[in-house]
């Protein structure tokens, strides 16, 4: 059932924002999230680390052999020369997890590999290479430095100094040195949670229904589709069942909302009668702004609900996805402590050519072929026409058209 809207028929924008200006409104109040938990490493990819990691013991712990050879005494090979060999007596072997227990005596050496502990008494490694063995005697013919190819005890981090920041992004490499410390779990910053509302009287719900829809109705795409880009963006996603096209379905699904940092509703976010969207953020919270100056996406929604923000979005999969890709994932980003993403660029030459409209700044999906930038977009009601696209062409405000043969920059996804 349709209940009508309180401003009755269609309700003009209050006013079309630049999406600068938009983006800026919601960069100014979206803080990333409090709150830290710990995970275990092989969980932790991804996440941003929420407080200093200090090393808590010298890396290496002892000094180490950086190369496969002899641990020597320098002294002992002074007056080595290729027309005066030293011959030193080999005493025994070092290997990574087997040190050499006892001490190097002068005239003597100690095979020793590369990661082995250097033995007591020796103060250089001689590459394998520059000698020669023969039985139980090791041939030198060169002086050796004091420290050569030894990697000394916190060559590489010293006990206390941070090696790991707040705020830093778990890449593998930083994921490697907290396991080179022992370290099993770390703290990080917890994930914003995000709720995914999909609304409108058509919409199927798969739990609840299979094979092709019954008349006039369709699946819903959308929150299968937001919950990639958030999860993606660092969110924990919460999708809540569909909403019906009155205001006390969406007034329920606010309130099932509750708790969540973030809400992002599809579908009902323009001006027709059924669109409760801007009642329910009127009637909830304080609305940053309701338009954007771009296609797809125009009837799009920010709001705040208490210390909740609220995005909306219209429910064309086409429109929303495009939005999720410009305002949501950057949103969703800063919520988690994460920083921007790049922005990925390829240059190419469209194939046909583009319209658009003058007053609004427009997406236009495009798939890369090699060289060539080929227009994919079918229509804003067709869910394939995003799923062929690599990337998108921005066409600015006031260029009606952009001509085939143009070198454009193609933004990917
Ligand atoms: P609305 O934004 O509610 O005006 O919906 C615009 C168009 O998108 C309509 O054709 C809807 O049927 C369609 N639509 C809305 N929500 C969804 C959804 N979650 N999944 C697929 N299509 C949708
Ligand atoms: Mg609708």
Not at 126 to 147: L, S
Not at 160 to 182: C, E, H, K, M, Q
Not at 303 to 311: N, T
Not at 379 to 396: I, K, N, Q
Request: contains cysteine; negative net charge; glycine residues 10%.
């Amino acid at each position: 059932m349709t209940t009508p809207s309180p401003y009755g028929g269609m309700r003009p924008f209050s006013g079309v924002l630049p999406l600068d200006e938009a983006l800026q409104r919601i960069a100014a109040v979206a803080t990333a999230v409090e709150g830290q938990v710990s995970v275990a490493l092989p969980d932790a990819a991804g996440r941003v680390l929420a407080a200093d990691v200090p090393a808590p013991f010298d890396v290496p712990g002892f000094d180490r052999s950086a190369m496969d050879g002899y641990a020597v005494r320098t002294a002992d090979l002074v007056s080595a020369s290729e027309d005066a060999p030293v011959w030193l007596t080999l005493a025994g072997r070092a290997r990574p997890g087997a040190a050499f227990g006892a001490e190097v005596a002068p005239g003597s050496c100690v095979d020793t590999a590369t990661g082995a502990p250097i033995p007591a008494g020796a103060d250089a490694m001689v590459m394998v290479e520059r000698t020669v063995r023969e039985g139980a005697r090791v041939r030198f013919t060169r002086p050796a430095g004091v420290g050569d190819h030894v990697s000394p005890r916190a060559n590489d981090v010293r006990e206390g100094v941070v090696v790991l920041r707040a705020g830093d992004v778990l890449t593998p490499a930083r994921i490697g040195v907290a396991a080179s410390f022992g370290l099993r779990a770390l703290r990080v910053r917890r994930r914003p949670v995000v709720a995914l509302i999909s609304s409108g009287d058509e919409l199927l719900d798969a739990a609840e229904a299979e094979g092709p829809p019954r008349a006039g109705h369709i699946y819903d795409a959308n929150r299968a589709m937001l919950a990639a880009i958030c999860e993606a963006s660092g969110a924990e996603v919460r999708p809540l069942p569909l909403v019906r096209d009155t205001l006390d379905a969406w007034r329920a699904a606010f309130d099932a909302a509750e708790g969540a940092d973030l809400l992002v509703c599809s579908g009902g976010s323009s001006v027709g009668e059924q669109d409760y969207g801007g009642d329910i953020l009127a009637e909830r919270g304080e609305i940053l702004f309701h338009g954007i100056a771009v296609k797809p996406g125009k009837p799009t929604a920010f709001a705040r609900v208490g210390s909740q923000l609220v995005l909306a979005m219209p429910g064309n999969p086409t429109s929303c996805l495009s939005n999720a890709y410009v305002i949501l994932r950057p949103l969703v980003r800063q919520l988690a402590g994460l920083p921007p993403l790049p922005t990925i660029t390829r240059e190419a030459t469209l194939t046909r050519p583009l319209k658009s409209p003058v007053d609004r700044l427009q997406f236009y999906p495009v798939r890369l072929d090699g060289d060539h930038a080929v227009p994919v977009f079918k229509g804003s009601g067709d869910v394939t026409s995003l799923s062929d696209a690599d990337g998108y062409v921005e066409v600015p405000i006031g260029v009606a058209q952009v001509d085939a043969g143009t070198r454009v920059v193609v933004r990917l996804y």
